[in-house]
């Protein structure tokens, strides 16, 4: 079963930078679309990007467009997500998830377990 290992979160002021990674643990990766989603504290998990298996498609929750860029490298079985100009409302726990495009809906697979995430902090 694949296992994922999110990293590269932490504590950036309003504004900033991080970029996220997520490893897959095996080739299987290649077959998945890619999803990120995040968990702020008192709030359901949402959605914030995707990308297609060989790259070429990505999409973005509103909140995020514009400001966010999803990418992958399927010979380091890694998605990363670029995160930039920083608000406090991106404060949250991020997760990848595998999973399959409908056009533009992304659609998690989840009889993969999700990884113990990676929290990311923006302070006002």
């Known amino acids: 079963q694949v296992q994922l290992v999110e990293s590269g979160g932490g504590l950036v002021q309003a504004g900033g930078s991080l970029r996220l990674s997520c490893v897959a643990s095996d080739r299987t990766f290649n077959n998945y679309a890619m999803g990120w989603f995040r968990q702020a504290p008192g709030k359901e998990r949402e959605f914030v990007a995707a990308i297609s298996r060989n790259g070429g498609r990505t999409y973005y929750a509103d909140s995020v467009k514009g400001r966010f860029a999803v990418s992958r490298e399927n010979g380091k079985n890694t998605v990363y997500l670029q995160m930039n100009s920083l608000k406090p409302d991106d404060t949250a726990d991020y997760y990848c998830?595998?999973?399959?495009?409908?056009?533009?809906?992304?659609?998690?697979?989840?009889?993969?377990?999700w990884g113990q995430g990676t929290q990311v902090t923006v302070s006002s």
């Open positions: 998830k595998p999973g399959s495009l409908f056009g533009s809906y992304f659609g998690r697979d989840d009889s993969i377990p």
